[in-house]
T-cell receptor, first 115, second 110 residues
C-alpha cells in the first residue's frame, strides 16, 4: 500500500448506529487530518493531530470522536449521527514542520450516508 | 464568513485553450497559497503552490499569478487537455491550517 488509504470507501448507517472510519498513511508523516467535504461547500477541517496529539478541533459536534493511536493511523468514531452529516470524509497527512505542513496528501475518502 | 472566495463555480474550455480560475482572500496573515486538483472518486492532490512574496510561479502548463495588494491569486492552465478535467480548489494557509475555496469544476472538451 502506498500513500494514504481509507476504509471503508462507502458507509451507510442509521442515526442510532456506531461506526468507525479508518485512515492509514504510508508516507512517514507525523501530522494527520480529518476533513468533511459536502457538495458546494469548501472542505471543512475537522481535526488535526501532530505527533499523535490533537492540536485542532474546529467546533466539531461530539458525535464525531477522533482517535490517533500512532502517527500512521487515524480513526473517526461516529455515533448518533444526523442526516446532514452525510458527506465525503477525507483523511490527509503531512510533515508537521514549516511549509511541509501545507503539503497535505489526501486519501480517497469515505462516502458516508446517514439514513 | 467565507475566507477564500473562488470563481467560477464551473468552467468549460476547448482543448488547447487557457483555463483561468480565480481566488480572493481577506486575511493578510495567510502565508501560503496552494492549489489542489481532485478527480472523481479520489482525494484532492497538491498541484502547485506559491508564497506571497512571489508574483508568479510556473510548473509545466500550470501557472499561479499572485497579486498581494489586491489579495487575489489565480490558476492558469495553458493548452488545456481533456485529462485536466477535474475539480480545482484554491486554498490559503495560516498557522498550519488550510482554508479552502468551494472549488471549480473544469471540463475540457475535445
Amino acid at each position: 500500500e502506498t500513500g494514504v488509504t481509507q476504509t471503508p470507501r462507502h458507509l451507510v448507517m442509521g442515526m442510532t448506529n456506531k461506526k468507525s472510519l479508518k485512515c492509514e498513511q504510508h508516507l512517514g508523516h507525523n501530522a494527520m487530518y480529518w476533513y468533511k467535504q459536502s457538495a458546494k461547500k469548501p472542505l471543512e477541517l475537522m481535526f488535526v493531530y501532530n505527533f499523535k496529539e490533537q492540536t485542532e478541533n474546529n467546533s466539531v459536534p461530539s458525535r464525531f470522536s477522533p482517535e490517533c493511536p500512532n502517527s500512521s493511523h487515524l480513526f473517526l468514531h461516529l455515533h448518533t449521527l444526523q442526516p446532514e452529516d452525510s458527506a465525503l470524509y477525507l483523511c490527509a497527512s503531512s510533515q508537521a514542520a514549516g511549509e511541509k505542513t501545507y503539503e497535505q496528501y489526501f486519501g480517497p475518502g469515505t462516502r458516508l450516508t446517514v439514513t | 464568513q467565507q475566507q477564500v472566495k473562488q470563481s467560477p463555480q464551473s468552467l468549460i474550455v476547448q482543448k488547447g485553450g487557457i483555463s483561468i480560475i480565480n481566488c480572493a482572500y481577506e486575511n493578510t496573515a495567510f502565508d501560503y497559497f496552494p492549489w489542489y486538483q481532485q478527480f472523481p472518486g479520489k482525494g484532492p492532490a497538491l498541484l502547485i503552490a506559491i508564497r506571497p512574496d512571489v508574483s508568479e510561479k510556473k510548473e509545466g502548463r500550470f501557472t499561479i499569478s499572485f497579486n498581494k495588494s489586491a489579495k487575489q491569486f489565480s490558476l492558469h492552465i495553458m493548452d488545456s487537455q481533456p485529462g485536466d478535467s477535474a475539480t480545482y480548489f484554491c486554498a490559503a494557509a495560516r498557522r498550519g491550517n488550510l482554508i479552502f475555496g468551494k472549488g471549480t469544476k473544469l471540463s475540457v472538451k475535445p
